[in-house]
Every structure is written in C-alpha cells, then in structure tokens.
C-alpha cells in the first residue's frame, strides 16, 4: 500500500496516472502488456544490479551496512524524478531498505529481484484496474 500511496493514490483514483506505455503507438493490447511487464523486468534488472553486482561484492570491502547504504543511495538517486515529493521519497528509501537487508541476509540478489519486481507489477496492476 506504501506504493500505492507514494506513486500518487489521488492521480491512481482518477485515472490519470500514466504507465510506460501509455506513450506507444501501438495495439491497446501491447500497451497494456508493455504497461505491466516492464516495470517488473526493470524492478528486477534494478536490483539485480544494484544488491547482486554492487551491495553483495562490496560488502567484502566496506562491510554490509555501508554496502548497502551506497546500494540504497544509488538506487534512491536513480528514481530522482520521483525524489520531488517527500512521499516518493520515504517509499524509495524504505523499498531501498528492505531489499538492502533482504540481500545482505540471503546473501542473494533474487529475492529482493523478485519483491521489487512484484512491487512494480502491483502497482502497475492497480493503476490499470482504476482507469475508467
């Protein structure tokens, strides 16, 4: 619900809240796939980078709370057009946070992958369903 809450419940409830997709000139049907499946491969791409290549191999140099504070850091910077509300930035610091410790405890990136990626697909999902 966090998600929901800082991608702007308000533009999600009137339907006016856009998608990838939304921009393509190509089939409803496209769009909407486009609209749900690549926020979960970004999701998932993101923190596959980010907690498998630069948290987890860092840790042995830094040590896990600076690896995954740089991790989290990087990844806030890289949303920072979302930055530009104090709700947007709260929900990327505590999605950056939990998938920091999701990885540093597993010592895996797949699991935070995978909650990012649901994450995005949620979201995507719910901005879909409100549209009139």
């Given amino acids: 619900m966090a998600g929901l809450f800082a991608t702007g ?3 999600i409830l009137t ?3 856009t998608l990838g997709g ?6 409803p049907s496209f769009r909407l796939q486009y609209s749900l499946v690549m926020p979960a491969a970004a999701g998932i791409l993101e923190e596959a980078t980010l907690r498998g290549i630069m948290q ?10 600076p690896s995954q504070l740089l991790a989290g850091l990087l990844f806030i910077v890289a949303h920072g057009q979302q930055m530009l509300e104090i709700r947007h930035l709260l929900f990327l610091t505590l999605l950056a946070s939990v998938t ?3 990885a540093g405890r597993s010592r ?3 699991p935070a992958s995978l909650l990012h990626g649901a994450v ?3 979201i995507a999902t719910v901005v879909l369903a409100c549209r009139t």
């Fill in 9 to 11: 419940w308000d533009h």
């Fill in 15 to 17: 339907g006016t809240a």
């Fill in 22 to 27: 939304d921009s393509l000139s190509a089939s």
């Fill in 108 to 110: 895996a990136a797949w």
């Fill in 56 to 65: 987890l191999r860092t840790e042995r140099y830094v040590g896990s709370m």
């Fill in 100 to 102: 920091g410790w999701i």
């Fill in 120 to 122: 995005n697909f949620l």
